[in-house]
T-cell receptor, first 114, second 116 residues
Framework: AQSVTQPDIHITVSEGASLELRCNYS??????LFWYVQSPGQGLQLLLK??????LVQGIKGFEAEFKRSQSSFNLRKPSVHWSDAAEYFCAVGVTGGGNKLTFGTGTQLKVEL | GAVVSQHPSRVICKSGTSVKIECRSL??????MFWYRQFPKKSLMLMATSNEGSKATYEQGVEKDKFLINHASLTLSTLTVTSAHPEDSSFYIC????????????FGSGTRLTVV
């Protein structure tokens, strides 16, 4: 079965600094990969997704992620963080024939210092 | 874009009572909806897949008699927590699969259930 690991539970960055959130997956083939953001008490908003093709994926709000097959990773990046980016970020994986179900990582809580 | 409305956003109920949570796709028809449970500081745990016009498919370990799911129309799925107990207190989130999209999901804003 597929799994997702987000090694960092909490990350704090200064506003304007760059950001990288790590995500590693376990699956025998190429999975479908997603990054979602969740504000407190809210549902999830899709930031970006990777299905195939170009391994560098651009998303909303200035986020991007790069799929690295050799490292089984799909790290999320942003060159300059804004205070409004403070939230919980979830990496998720879906697999072919998996009933269209997503498996989520445990999340990374991002705090932005002004 | 696709919008999913989840209601109520917060509910407090007494132990032993039942609570119904609604998940509506407002501007699209969703043949498949998903129900998740999220514990504090934890990830989302898929509880069940709700398919319009048929029985829900529950994940292993989820009590189907306790968490009743009904997907009676293409725009509405409901989750009823029966005989609620304090350990059922959690954040419940639904998502709806967008038409023609294998992995296109829109999430509701969630329901905070507190059982006292």
């Amino acid at each position: 079965a597929q799994s997702v690991t987000q090694p960092d539970i909490h990350i704090t960055v200064s506003e304007g600094a760059s950001l990288e959130l790590r995500c590693n997956y376990s699956y025998g083939a190429t999975p479908y990969l997603f990054w979602y953001v969740q504000s407190p008490g809210q549902g999830l908003q899709l930031l970006l997704k990777y299905f195939s093709g170009d391994t560098l994926v651009q998303g909303i709000k200035g986020f991007e992620a790069e799929f690295k097959r050799s490292q089984s990773s799909f790290n999320l990046r942003k060159p300059s963080v804004h205070w409004s980016d403070a939230a919980e970020y979830f990496c998720a994986v879906g697999v072919t024939g998996g009933g269209n179900k997503l498996t989520f990582g445990t999340g990374t809580q991002l705090k932005v210092e002004l | 874009g696709a919008v999913v409305s989840q209601h109520p956003s917060r509910v407090i109920c007494k132990s032993g009572t039942s609570v119904k949570i609604e998940c509506r796709s407002l501007d699209f028809q969703a043949t498949t909806m998903f129900w998740y449970r999220q514990f504090p500081k934890k990830s989302l745990m898929l509880m069940a897949t709700s398919n319009e016009g048929s029985k829900a498919t529950y994940e292993q370990g989820v009590e189907k008699d306790k968490f009743l799911i009904n997907h009676a129309s293409l725009t509405l799925s409901t989750l009823t927590v029966t005989s609620a107990h304090p350990e059922d207190s959690s954040f419940y989130i639904c998502s709806a699969r967008e038409p023609g999209a294998s992995y296109g999901y829109t999430f509701g804003s969630g329901t905070r259930l507190t059982v006292v």
